[in-house]
Every structure is written in structure tokens, then in C-alpha cells.
Antibody, heavy 123, light 110 residues
Framework: QLQLQESGPGLVKPSETLSLTCTVS??????????WAWIRQPPGKGLEWIGS???????YSNPSLKSRVAISVDTSRNQFSLNLNLVTAADTAVYSC???????????????WGQGTLVTVSS | QSALTQPASVSGSPGQSITISCTGT?????????VSWYQQHPGKAPKVMIY???KRPSGVSNRFSGSKSGNTASLTISGLQAEDEADYYC???????????FGGGTKVTV
């Protein structure tokens, strides 16, 4: 059964870059039918899509974050990563990776999620 | 402020039915059929309950149903149970992963 696991620092200083990696296990990231996404949730608030990537490298980002977001994929390691630069306290959130069905049945559904990791922006 | 508007809270008694609305515009909800709904219990990852507006994934109770009319999508929970108490989010996918919008979330109290 496919699983996702986020990893990275839990504390980032203001103005620095938040870097997270999502490791895909139990299946291949190189599946044409799926995108791989990052979603965040500030404490006590709702979900916010950050962006998505296809294993072939095409990326899409939330317009509100686009200038600060970079998403990459490493098919050899079955991983994809998020870099968010110039962070502020407003970027404090639980960051989750998820699988997004891009084509076919269940198109548009985030069907598998990681457990999420809390990243705090503070000096 | 989310592009998709949901009521902040909805409550109901066990056995009753409730409906959560997700209102967008003719440019988003009104133009695309890829609306999904997620249930999130405290401290847990979201779980997809409805996809493509009205379809249920395998394993999801048939007490959950989805629909869409114009610019508004809806999630109905019938035969409300204590375990249904959670936060619910609507989500719109505009195809090709070009854009994803989440609603602000609705807290359901049983």
C-alpha cells in the first residue's frame, strides 16, 4: 500500500528557506495518472494548496505563493520536495504531501496523504 | 479569505441529516465538475469522502452524498453519527493540476 512521509526541519528562521521532502513508499512516483502535491494548514485554520508536480517535471503553484515556491521531483529516490523561501511567521503550519489523481477515475481527488509535519517559523 | 465559501459550522442530532454548502463562482465551481470533499478529524490527515462532485470512494459510507447546482456544491450527511463530528473541506480541481482551491472548512458537531 502506497504511503507518503514528510521530512525536514521543524523550525525555520524568518527570511530563510523552508525545505521539506516527501518520500513515496509502496509504489512508484513515476505514474502518469498522478500529480504529487504539497498542502499546508496553519494551526486552527483551513487547508491551503501550495503546489503540485508531475513526475515528468511539470509544476503548478498557488498564485499567492508562486514567487516563493519551488517544487522538484527525484524519481530515482521516489521523492519530491518543497522549497519555500523568505518565510515569515505566517508560514507556520502543518505541511502535508499528498497524491492527486490527475487523470481517469477519481480525477481531482487527493486520495493519499502523509501524516503532516509542523513547521514553525521563529527566531 | 477562501475562494470557496463554506459555513463555519453546522450541527445536527444523531440520526438527522445535514448539508454543507460550498459556494464559488461561475468561473470555478460553475465551470468544473471536479469537486471533492474531505473529512478531517483533529490531528489526523484529511480523508476523501466524495470526488467528481458526487462519487464515493470504496469504503466510504453511503450516508455521504454530494451534488452540485450552479455555482454551489453540497455535501449531505444522512443518519448523522457521533463519528461524523469533524471538519469538512470542499476542494475544486480545475484539471491538469493547474489550480486547486479549498473551501474554508466547516466544523460539524453532532
Amino acid at each position: 500500500q502506497l504511503q507518503l512521509q514528510e521530512s525536514g526541519p521543524g523550525l525555520v528562521k524568518p527570511s530563510e528557506t523552508l525545505s521539506l521532502t516527501c518520500t513515496v513508499s509502496g509504489g512508484s512516483i513515476s505514474n502518469s495518472n498522478y500529480y504529487w502535491a504539497w498542502i499546508r494548514q496553519p494551526p486552527g485554520k483551513g487547508l491551503e494548496w501550495i503546489g503540485s508536480i508531475h513526475y515528468r517535471g511539470s509544476t503548478y503553484s498557488n498564485p499567492s505563493l508562486k514567487s516563493r515556491v519551488a517544487i522538484s521531483v527525484d524519481t530515482s529516490r521516489n521523492q519530491f520536495s518543497l522549497n519555500l523561501n523568505l518565510v515569515t511567521a505566517a508560514d507556520t503550519a502543518v505541511y502535508s504531501c499528498a497524491r492527486l489523481k490527475g487523470y481517469g477515475d477519481q480525477e481531482g481527488a487527493f486520495d493519499i496523504w502523509g501524516q503532516g509535519t509542523l513547521v514553525t517559523v521563529s527566531s | 479569505q477562501s475562494a470557496l465559501t463554506q459555513p463555519a459550522s453546522v450541527s445536527g442530532s444523531p440520526g438527522q441529516s445535514i448539508t454543507i454548502s460550498c459556494t464559488g463562482t461561475s468561473s470555478n465551481v460553475g465551470s468544473y465538475n471536479f469537486v471533492s470533499w474531505y473529512q478531517q478529524h483533529p490531528g489526523k490527515a484529511p480523508k476523501v469522502m466524495i470526488y467528481e462532485g458526487s462519487k464515493r470512494p470504496s469504503g466510504v459510507s453511503n450516508r455521504f452524498s454530494g451534488s452540485k447546482s450552479g455555482n454551489t456544491a453540497s455535501l449531505t450527511i444522512s443518519g448523522l453519527q457521533a463519528e461524523d463530528e469533524a471538519d469538512y473541506y470542499c476542494c475544486l480541481y480545475t484539471g491538469g493540476s493547474t489550480s486547486v482551491l479549498f473551501g474554508g472548512g466547516t466544523k460539524v458537531t453532532v
